[in-house]
């Protein structure tokens, strides 16, 4: 249903490949969120980045097949963009203030009669995988694929959490907001507090809900439930919720710590392609990092100054392991998932 969509949405008549829906590839080639392999016609890995980089790529193909004259460009595709049509209305449910440090954890649906039109996303603050008391967010979000809307002239979405014994959850029912629109696909949200969660007991969410189809012409009657695990959901992700969560650029949707930072990146910025990157090939927002950089005192910062700093920085943002080597030549082993 992704490739449907997308090759209806975007008019790309390329081939798609997609990932299992338990990620199996991703796990396999390391988990990281961006990164890139080249592989020889013998199956084995020529290039391997933790961070994709166009450029640096374009200049592996040359060198491994070929320089060709025309590049194709993005205009000479021709793609024909179809927006998809709103199924009903959107931004007519506030969303809610969250803590800025929470982290997604592990849900899993149950088997039930209707699809799954509503995606449960659950996240935690850290401290509530110790035991200790915090908040849980539960984010329940209409899944785009089915063009399915909210029904709000019926009851509002009703969840019921059910706690193994030593786990407090307060509240553990709760009712989402009477909305004038007769059908919108905001996501409903809510905020509890938890405290004592045990990691090897898992937590129940039942839910039920009204959903339409406006484009087959139903509305029925929907009860579904999850399993919530008490650990972190490496898939999960980060979302932004209108600047109440944590610094841009935190979880896989960053590309890096400190914002996002990796030696691919900057060297972006390297127009002159002198191996440097000075103040001046730098964008305004970027320039007061120089001096942290430039340990040689040069005006500019090389690769060897760019490697120790991201090596800095990821250490400290506690990502063991991970290598971002920008135009590294050498073939390397992909990590294995723990």
């Known amino acids: 249903m992704h490739v449907q969509e997308a090759e209806k949405t975007l008019g790309a008549t390329i081939p798609w490949i997609c990932d299992s829906m338990s990620n199996d590839l991703k796990h396999a080639l390391g988990n990281a969120p961006n990164s890139e392999f080249l592989f020889g016609p013998d199956g084995k890995i020529v290039r391997l980045r933790d961070w994709s980089n166009p450029e640096t790529l374009r200049k592996d193909l040359e060198e491994l097949v070929a320089k060709v004259d025309n590049p194709t460009r993005a205009s000479d595709l021709k793609l024909n963009f179809k927006p998809p049509e709103p199924v009903a209305a959107r931004g007519v449910v506030p969303r809610i203030k969250t803590p800025s440090r929470m982290q997604p954890i592990v849900t899993e649906p149950q088997p039930g009669k209707s699809p799954y039109y509503v995606k449960l996303r659950v996240e935690v603050e850290r ?8 908040k849980m967010y539960l984010g329940f979000n209409m899944d785009p694929l089915y063009k ?7 009851a509002p979405i009703k969840y019921t959490i059910t706690a193994p014994d030593g786990t407090k959850i307060s509240p553990v029912t709760g009712k989402g907001p009477k909305v004038e629109e007769e059908g919108d696909v905001d996501p409903r949200e809510f905020l509890v507090d938890i405290e004592g969660a045990n990691p090897d007991e898992p937590i129940e969410v039942s839910v039920k809900y009204f959903a339409c189809n406006d484009e087959q012409g139903w509305c029925v009657p929907v009860t579904q439930k999850y399993v919530i695990h008490l650990k972190q959901d490496r898939d999960g992700g980060s979302v932004r919720r209108g600047g109440s969560r944590g610094r841009p650029g935190s979880g896989s949707g960053g590309g890096g710590p ?10 972006r910025f390297d127009k002159n392609d002198d191996g440097k990157v000075s103040k001046a090939e730098l964008p305004q927002q970027m320039q007061r990092m120089l001096d942290r950089f430039d340990t040689n005192g040069d005006g500019a910062i090389d690769r060897k100054e760019a490697e120790e700093m991201e ?11 991970s290598r971002s080597q920008g135009d590294d030549r050498r073939p390397q082993r992909p990590k294995r998932p723990n």
């Open 127 to 134: 401290q509530v995988l110790q035991g200790e008391s915090g």
């Open 148 to 154: 399915v809307h909210w029904n709000n002239l019926a």
């Open 258 to 267: 400190d914002g996002g930072f990796s030696v691919a990146r900057l060297f």
């Open 311 to 321: 090596r800095r920085l990821r250490d400290r943002a506690g990502i063991g392991g």
